[in-house]
């Protein structure tokens, strides 16, 4: 359940404006803009705190009701600008093209490898265990993978993860990494690497998710009236919203 106690502006509002950063990657003082365009005087700074705030809420909230996932990953890591300093953002989706889990981390040395260790540990807590895991030539994750692995083993497990390093096969995943790029670039770099966390969340649990037509029925039923979302979706999507949050 998410809190909205001690707003000064309706739930719709503020999941609109969330929903419209997140979505479209504007700077906040063009949603600001935007924002007075539709009748709704709000500063930026205060967009700002919405989002810091309420986006990783809503993307767990998405993330619980995604498709159970394929035992089959693909994990790749991209960067992003925090502090005018470039950083590991850490993405796997399976091979239908569902995120399953993301992590920024804030080293890029000899650290590497522990914070691989650390996204494959939970990307496994929240999606289970993958039969096999699909990356490029990186020593970095594939040393995290054989971390795992020999966990699972010393854990008794017999069946370890399979670990393929096979370029072409990692194409989805590194196709998927331009759809951030391309929103997370208007935004300007982010300031702080609190920020920028909750930024990703919400993009990629308002946008990713969003493909599954069940879920974006959700995220907009959050925002709109019910037959506001049956005008916008049309009549292929289901009839009822899923229960509010």
Same mark, same amino acid.
């Given at each position: 359940?998410?809190? /909205?106690?001690?707003?000064?502006?309706?739930?719709?509002?503020?999941?609109?404006? &969330?929903? /419209?950063?997140?979505?479209?990657?504007?700077? +906040?003082?063009?949603?600001?803009?935007?924002?007075?365009?539709? #009748?709704?005087q709000v500063d930026h700074?205060?967009?700002?705190?919405?989002? &810091?705030?309420?986006?990783?809420?809503?993307?767990?909230?998405?993330?619980? *009701?995604?498709?159970?996932?394929?035992?089959?990953? *693909?994990?790749?890591?991209?960067?992003?600008?925090?502090?005018?300093?470039? &950083?590991?953002?850490?993405?796997? &989706?399976?091979?239908? #093209?569902?995120?399953?889990? !993301?992590?920024?981390?804030?080293?890029?040395?000899?650290r590497d490898e522990a914070?691989?260790?650390?996204?494959?540990?939970?990307?496994?807590?929240?999606?289970?265990?993958?039969? *096999?895991?699909?990356?490029?030539?990186?020593?970095?994750?594939?040393? #995290?993978?054989?971390?795992?692995?020999?966990?699972?083993?010393?854990?008794?497990?017999? +069946?370890?993860?399979?670990?393929?390093?096979?370029?072409?096969?990692?194409? *989805?995943?590194?196709?998927?990494?331009? !759809?951030?790029?391309?929103?997370?670039?208007?935004?300007?770099?982010?300031?702080?690497?609190?920020?920028?966390?909750?930024?990703?969340?919400?993009?990629?649990?308002? $946008?990713?998710?969003?493909? %599954?037509?069940?879920?974006?029925?959700?995220?907009?039923? %959050?925002?709109?009236?019910?037959?506001?979302?049956?005008?916008?979706?049309?009549?292929?999507?289901?009839?009822?919203?899923?229960? $509010?949050?």
């Open positions: 359940m998410i809190n /909205f106690r001690g707003s000064h502006y309706p739930r719709e509002v503020i999941l609109y404006a &969330v929903y /419209f950063y997140v979505r479209y990657g504007v700077s +906040y003082r063009d949603l600001e803009e935007i924002m007075s365009e539709r #009748g709704i700074s205060t967009l700002n705190r919405w989002v &810091v705030r309420y986006s990783p809420m809503i993307a767990k909230a998405v993330m619980k *009701r995604k498709r159970q996932p394929m035992g089959s990953w *693909r994990v790749d890591e991209t960067y992003i600008k925090v502090k005018g300093q470039w &950083v590991y953002y850490y993405r796997a &989706v399976d091979k239908q #093209g569902d995120t399953l889990d !993301f992590m920024l981390s804030e080293y890029r040395d000899e914070a691989a260790t650390l996204f494959f540990k939970q990307a496994i807590d929240n999606n289970g265990l993958p039969y *096999r895991v699909v990356i490029d030539k990186s020593g970095t994750n594939e040393a #995290g993978l054989q971390n795992i692995n020999i966990q699972l083993f010393l854990a008794g497990w017999v +069946y370890l993860i399979e670990i393929l390093q096979v370029k072409y096969l990692n194409n *989805r995943i590194e196709q998927d990494h331009r !759809f951030i790029k391309k929103l997370t670039k208007p935004m300007l770099g982010f300031k702080a690497f609190y920020s920028a966390q909750a930024t990703l969340a919400g993009i990629e649990g308002f $946008c990713r998710k969003v493909l %599954q037509p069940e879920v974006e029925f959700w995220v907009l039923s %959050q925002i709109f009236r019910k037959d506001q979302v049956v005008l916008i979706c049309g009549q292929n999507y289901p009839a009822k919203a899923i229960n $509010c949050l």
